[in-house]
């Protein structure tokens, strides 16, 4: 829904419009309009009136010419009180100059997402029937907040970035020896998948340099799954967790013209100020030989909550609008 949002937004923005009408005097039969020869107009050349629903109502001849506006001369009474503030201006033969809406996105972006980290980290867990005496099952063996699959959209206002991420995390496959003798071993996989939104605000530029801070919005869902192969295989834990972290952002941008577009590479640092994680875990071992809740012992050792920080770097292409 989020994205949909986004995107409504975006196209919405795009509008773009001619010149248009900035003022009109009727008892003079006289119009502004709010281009000129900068725009390549000239004197003596026809301009017509169009309403908002792209209907012809009057035409004049430009008498008068600034670097950023004219006036241009109706003398038909009837047909310049048609006109109104805000309806479109163009000059008989010239090709129309489009020009931006003010409040209208300057670029989008498409980026490849390289996350080393991610704002919230959850445990990479191995599973030890055998570990009764350290009051736990589980062993961590490092935190999974990596993912080398992700990428995202972004549009820019100004001085005012908005974006939309999407990553996937690294899979994560652990196997130990359950119980003793044979081949009896147990493996726990853990996956997960985040998206998250952010705006940052361009502070300093310098050439193909700049830098950007501001605010980021993420959240991350995991899936853990525990079986163990006693030849046969049974399932003994699974689990669910989702995190939401608000992090501040510090962003270093490059950017390179080429062509139509710009090559556009950045190396961005969110540091978590609340993670906000919900986990849910169901264990049944019969193995298991601590003396508490398994399910509790799982949610415990996974510890989703506040990383350290988030390291993330992009790499993509801007295009001009």
Known sequence: MKFIIF??????????????????????GQVIINEGKADGLKKRKKVCFYNNSGRKVACGIIVKL??????????????????????????VGKKQKRKKKKGSPNYIAGYYALTLSTPSSIQKL??????????????????????????????????????????????STAQADYATGGDN??????????????????????GPLGLLAGIDFDQVKTFFAAAAYNPDEDQIAEAESTATSISLRLRANFQQDIAFLKLLASGVVTVPLSVSASTSASVNDPQSQIAGDQSEDLQIALAHGKGSVGIEFLIGAMFNL
């Open 126 to 171: 191995s599973y030890d029937v055998d570990n009764a005496n350290s009051g736990s099952n589980w062993i961590a063996i490092g935190a999974n907040n990596r993912a080398i699959r992700g990428g995202g959209i972004e549009t820019g206002f100004g001085s005012l970035t908005l974006g939309l991420r999407f990553r996937t995390l690294d899979t």
């Open 66 to 91: 600034k670097r950023n506006k004219a006036l241009v001369k109706v003398k038909s009474k009837k047909r310049i009180k048609k006109i109104k503030s805000g309806y479109e201006a163009r000059m």
């Open 7 to 28: 995107i409504f937004i975006l196209t919405h923005s795009l509008h773009l419009q001619a010149a248009e009408v900035i003022k009109t005097n009727k008892k003079k």
């Open 185 to 206: 071993y147990a493996e726990v996989t853990q996956t997960g998948a985040g998206q998250g939104l952010y705006a940052d605000y361009a502070v300093m530029k310098l």
